[in-house]
């Protein structure tokens, strides 16, 4: 593979493109929405939940498991080899076809295989390797690597994959619909079948106790791959190793789910050792004898045993491949896997395999293309959390490299409202011209993007100077945990909330906290968010055991003392410590807090009815809490409005991203599909992100509010 070099010239070579948008756009929407309907219930929290205590065990067991593995495939007549890199893993393959005379070799559709380049070392022994899988075939006609995990050539159009067989296989009068290209390519591949001395496929799972294999697919080439050949070769990873045959059922219920959106893959196959049947030559290529069957299983390390004893990473290991993180994956939907990938994992698991696989340079080039907004962990049938691996990540190569005076300053969001906030009757006028904020480019932002306002008067110095509202009979207590951005850039959402929790019927008193953590963690500055985390932990869990609900109006707050806090403190923390836990599940957002105030019947709010329309975008990190609908559901609270709820995967800021120079195309063209869908309805638009708001105030033109400024305003 070509060195990469430039991440931002890659971003805008694809979306230049004029087929890559349609070909993914089509192909996304339709997994997705067949994912949809596959899950209609079925209770896929309780199902993954399954999924992940089995793999948790398995890969905790990985080391018996893989000598029970071995013992008893050997038994069975099968040879294994337990191959340390992958060029021992393709060197391996490669050397036992030139001992058996193998000159053309048949392949179903292997990840693994892509990992360890095995087509290149059979190449270069002289061996001619057939890919026949339907888009693993294109592919390799085209000279590519996969664009997908279980889609390979989702990046082509039809017209694409005509043209491509018209030239690669001399076709003057290509067919054009699907069902005839799919007939030519089949047609192509019996021949290659039937004269093949060697199959070779990977695994979706390795059962220890049977040596069985379990592949599942849609084309039937696994079964030819495996039965017609007389030599065949599995190549697979470690991590692929479950114990019982029992423990594949659950996968198989929720795999095909998360990854076509069927019910059952066409064809799952069980295959355990040798074939009894002796093999038929129907016209090898060697021209040789019949010969005896043999099985070859190739387990692959290259790196998955170091990441098992690495608890930062070990959750890579979980991954069953079926590529439901890509299809959810904002930035991935729109560049796809050749910009967004590692060779040859594509996307934010991609990059977390391409780290622990050995190809740390590959890792740190995508890395900063996850955007951390959690909607491939809300649809991970395992529930890897792969933002925080490619956080991780990040401030591996931070640690190594050193952080750049832009880590620094997006690392800092409290420091630079410490700073601006006073002076903002200088600063705002000075970041509004752009030719003031040119220089900024030298240090790898985007001059033409919009700097935040700051506010004189932050939050904290407003409740200040307001003093403690006295709440008679207060029905709760709430401590609002104050974000640097509402402090010193949005105090009016702040104050908004102050009066509609008190005028709910809340004492409310702010939390002295440090910042969140957030904006240093997407930095990759992990230090700095552990010692806020720290801080803010115990004061959190004072006030919680003083009574208090913890309540944010950032969702990239709540998820950072939700979800991050447990992993930034977990090896820190003393054993028994259950203070994150307390914090986490007695902090809420302030739109969740509001509505189940109402459905419990305590809140006292009175509202007046507002004649009014409003269009609201969900929060990433609200949909991967679930409480997505939490925001839409509070405004319906006031009488006589009308409210849409706009489906967006991500509206492309994400807090420091969009304004990153290399990514700012990016985050527009992420913007631009949310801006299209906002603007085919009148009314407010309303969030409750800063950086969301922040978006469509620049992409739209239009302003922008939070649930609690509107419902402010119906406070009788």
């Not at 899988?133 to 050539?153: C, K, T």
């Not at 991050?564 to 986490?584: F, H, K, N, S």
Request: proline share 5%.
């Amino acid at each position: 593979m070509a060195l990469r070099t430039d991440i931002g010239a890659e971003i805008h070579s694809a979306l230049a493109s004029p087929t890559l948008g349609r070909a993914l756009e089509s192909a996304m929407a339709t997994l997705g929405s067949r994912r949809a309907l596959a899950f209609e219930g079925l209770d896929f929290q309780a199902g993954r939940s399954q999924l992940r205590s089995i793999k948790e065990d398995a890969i905790e067991r990985n080391d018996v498991l893989l000598a029970r593995l071995v013992e008893v495939v050997e038994q069975r007549g099968g040879h294994v080899i337990v191959a340390a890199t992958a060029t021992e893993a393709s060197d391996y393959v490669a050397r036992l076809a030139v001992e058996r005379g193998v000159r053309l070799v048949v392949k179903s559709k292997s990840m693994v295989t892509e990992e360890v380049h095995l087509n290149a070392a059979l190449e270069a022994v002289g061996v001619e390797v057939i890919e026949t899988d339907l888009g693993e075939r294109i592919i390799q006609l085209a000279d590519e690597r996969p664009s997908h995990l279980i889609v390979p050539a989702v990046h082509k159009t039809k017209a694409e994959v005509i043209d491509l067989f018209a030239e690669k296989m001399g076709l003057a009068d290509p067919p054009t619909e699907a069902e005839d290209l799919t007939r030519l390519v089949r047609d192509d591949l019996r021949e290659r079948f039937l004269q093949a001395d060697m199959g070779v496929t990977g695994a979706n799972f390795v059962v220890a106790d049977t040596g069985t294999l379990v592949v599942v697919e849609n084309e039937g080439n696994v079964r030819l791959s495996t039965q017609l050949p007389p030599i065949h070769v599995a190549v697979t990873g470690r991590e692929k190793i479950l114990e019982r045959l029992e423990d594949v059922a659950p996968f198989l219920e929720l795999l095909p789910r998360s990854a076509t959106g069927q019910l059952l893959t066409s064809y799952v196959s069980f295959i355990t050792g040798t074939p009894s049947t002796p093999p038929l030559d129907l016209g090898r290529a060697t021209g040789s004898t019949v010969r005896e069957r043999e099985f070859h299983l190739v387990i692959v390390d290259n790196g998955r045993g170091a990441a098992a004893a690495d608890p930062e990473l070990r959750e890579t290991l979980y991954c069953i491949r079926c590529g439901a993180c890509l299809n959810a994956c904002a930035p991935y939907t729109r560049v796809g896997g050749h910009v967004y990938g590692a060779d040859p994992y594509p996307g934010g698991i991609g990059c977390a395999w391409a780290q622990v696989t050995g190809d740390v340079e590959g890792a740190a080039h995508i890395n900063g293309l996850c955007t951390t907004c959690s909607r491939c962990t809300e649809v991970c049938p395992v529930n890897i959390d792969i933002p925080w691996l490619n956080t991780v990540i990040r401030a591996r190569a931070k640690a190594e490299g050193g952080l750049g005076w832009r880590d620094r300053m997006f690392a800092r969001a409290d420091l630079l409202g410490a700073v601006l906030s006073p002076l903002a009757p200088l600063a705002n006028p000075l970041m509004a011209a752009r030719a003031a904020r040119a220089p900024m480019r030298l240090i790898g932002i985007d001059p033409a993007r919009r700097p935040p306002r700051y506010e004189r008067e932050t939050l904290e110095a407003w409740f200040l100077r307001r003093g403690r509202a006295r709440v008679p009979r207060p029905e709760r207590r709430v401590a609002l945990f104050v974000d640097c951005f509402v402090n010193h850039n949005l105090p009016r959402v702040g104050r908004a909330a102050v009066v509609t929790l008190e005028r709910a019927g809340a004492e409310v008193v702010l939390a002295h906290t440090s910042c969140c953590g957030r904006p240093a963690m997407s930095q990759g500055s992990l230090e700095i968010a552990r010692g806020w985390a720290a801080n803010n932990v115990e004061e959190l869990a004072r006030l919680v055991d003083e009574g208090y609900d913890i309540v944010c109006l950032e969702p990239s707050c709540l998820s950072a003392l939700r979800d991050d806090y447990r992993r930034l403190l977990e090896t820190t923390l003393p054993a028994g410590d259950e203070r994150v836990a307390l914090v986490g599940s007695n902090v809420y957002d302030v739109t969740e807090y509001l509505v189940q105030a109402a459905r419990e019947g305590w809140s006292r709010l009175r509202l007046e009815p507002l004649v009014e329309r409003f269009v609201v975008h969900g929060h990433c990190h609200q949909k991967a809490l679930g409480i997505g609908s939490a925001p839409a559901e509070l405004l319906r609270l006031i009488p006589g409005v009308v409210v849409h709820e706009v489906e967006a995967l991500c509206c492309g800021m994400v807090g420091s991203f969009g304004y990153k120079v290399e990514y700012s195309e990016l985050s527009q063209a992420l913007g631009a599909r949310l801006f299209t869908r906002l603007n085919e309805h009148e009314g407010q638009v309303v969030t409750c992100g800063i950086s969301c708001r922040s978006q469509i105030e620049m992409g739209t033109e239009r302003l922008v509010a939070h649930p609690v400024e509107v419902l402010v305003r119906a406070l009788r």
